[in-house]
């Protein structure tokens, strides 16, 4: 029962005072056993456990306590272990581990502590498990408040995304393309002629244009582990802080992708200089390709924009001209069931209508005339409905752009 008194006991502590008095108790109790203490996030033993790398049996003497909780996306119940003692059975040793939980502000802080019989094999099995649960399978990792977050519902809408529903102007698709796949099959080549095996790409262009597809099919096509920055903000860390976790992060799984979507909104003048130092790791950088979307240029610093060496390929997405206008609307038309169907000369005037739309109102000018039609349900209206949503698009266009320079003021 030493163990159960021991959580009890150490809950009812201030917080500071917890994970010392938890050390100094299990030392006493197991004098003759080697103590490694942590509360790294990587040290998930239950995900290792289920993955069938190793044993874990709970301590049936002492009271383990197993929330449980329900994945809506995947109807299905889960368990999460807050506080527990388990024993462990790994490459033939075993261990007695101690897991605990306890709030702090508005985050909840995981300790665990492993009991072994030398500091060589404890530090093997915890390096073990954190290496595995730091490699990225099936999903994306995104950070957002200090945090990573491993993110499979977006790793499965990268998936549905290739470069074959993409239409972009000129050869802009294929370079891309030609572009990273020559990067990850060169890196012998880099180190033969001593270059710094890793990229910085720049996508550049107004909302709407493909940047943030191109950024999916890529990731969906080049099979490397991605990362995915959502902000450098966080309530109980600097800027700087979590820019070294991301670069830390990134270079744990390189050959990797790290996307930085709207660069210009996670950088600022506090934070830029500790960015570019990061970035300009070149040692440390080996095999990231670092790829960052901007709908304002104008709003980026020189040191990011015109700087060959950390941002050394920029490709521009333009608003999509009558080649690809014309494409973009085939596409769509060919897919449409018989009777929604447009004609040629139908197809070739909403091309004419359309300057100036980007792919999203392109596609936003289908759903909503789609919608429409389904009012009506009669063969060749799609056509005229499709019209009068140019006219109510191009509105919302305007009113789009004014003020969104009005609050540029």
Same mark, same amino acid.
């Given at each position: ?106 985050? /909840? ?40 977050? /491993? ?32 990067? #990850? ?17 720049? #996508? ?9 597809? !191109? ?8 099979? @490397? ?85 950390? #941002? ?41 209508? !359309? ?33 009068? @949503? ?18 540029? /003021?």
């Amino acid at each position: 029962m030493k163990i159960q008194q021991l959580i009890t006991k150490s809950l009812s502590l201030s917080n500071n005072a917890i994970s010392y008095y938890v050390s100094q108790e299990l030392a006493a109790i197991y004098p003759k056993k080697v103590l490694l203490e942590s509360n790294d996030s990587s040290f998930n033993l239950e995900k290792y456990a289920e993955a069938n790398l190793c044993k874990i049996q709970y301590d049936a003497h002492i009271h383990n306590q197993i929330l449980t909780g329900w994945n809506g996306m995947e109807n299905e119940i889960y368990k999460h272990t807050e506080n527990a003692s388990f024993e462990v059975s790994w490459q033939g040793y075993q261990f007695d581990i101690l897991l605990m939980s306890w709030q702090e502000g508005y985050c /909840k802080t995981r300790y665990s502590w492993i009991l072994a019989e030398s500091t060589e094999v404890a530090e093997k099995f915890f390096a073990a498990v954190c290496d595995w649960n730091s490699e990225i399978r099936d999903e994306v990792l995104v950070f957002e408040d200090g945090y990573w977050d /491993k993110n499979p519902d977006l790793f499965q809408s990268i998936k549905s995304a290739n470069f074959d529903n993409l239409i972009l102007h000129s050869n802009l698709k294929q370079d891309i393309q030609d572009d990273l796949i020559n990067f #990850f099959a060169s890196r012998e080549t880099y180190t033969d002629y001593s270059v710094p095996w890793k990229r910085g790409i720049l #996508f550049i262009g107004s909302p709407g244009n493909g940047k943030t597809h !191109t950024v999916k099919a890529l990731i969906n096509q080049m099979q @490397q582990p991605c990362l995915y920055v959502k902000s450098f903000k966080s309530e109980y860390a600097t800027d700087s802080e979590n820019i070294r976790q991301v670069f830390k992060q990134a270079r744990q799984s390189a050959p990797c992708i790290l996307v930085l979507e709207d660069i210009d909104s996670l950088l600022n003048d506090d934070n830029r200089s500790f960015f570019l130092n990061e970035l300009d790791g070149f040692a440390s950088n080996q095999g990231i390709v670092t790829i960052a979307t901007t709908n304002h240029p104008d709003r980026l610093d020189s040191a990011i924009s015109d700087r060959p060496s950390r #941002f050394d390929r920029k490709y521009h997405f333009e608003l999509p001209a009558i080649p690809e206008r014309e494409a973009y609307i085939t596409l769509w038309n060919d897919q449409l069931k018989t009777a929604m169907r447009l004609s040629e000369e139908a197809v070739s005037q909403i091309v004419a209508l !359309t300057e100036g739309f980007s792919f999203a109102y392109l596609k936003e000018l289908f759903l909503s005339s789609m919608i429409g039609w389904i009012g009506t349900m009669e063969t060749g209206t799609l056509e005229k409905i499709m019209i009068s @949503q140019v006219v109510i698009l191009r509105q919302q266009m305007s009113s789009t752009t004014v003020s969104g320079k009005d609050s540029e /003021k």
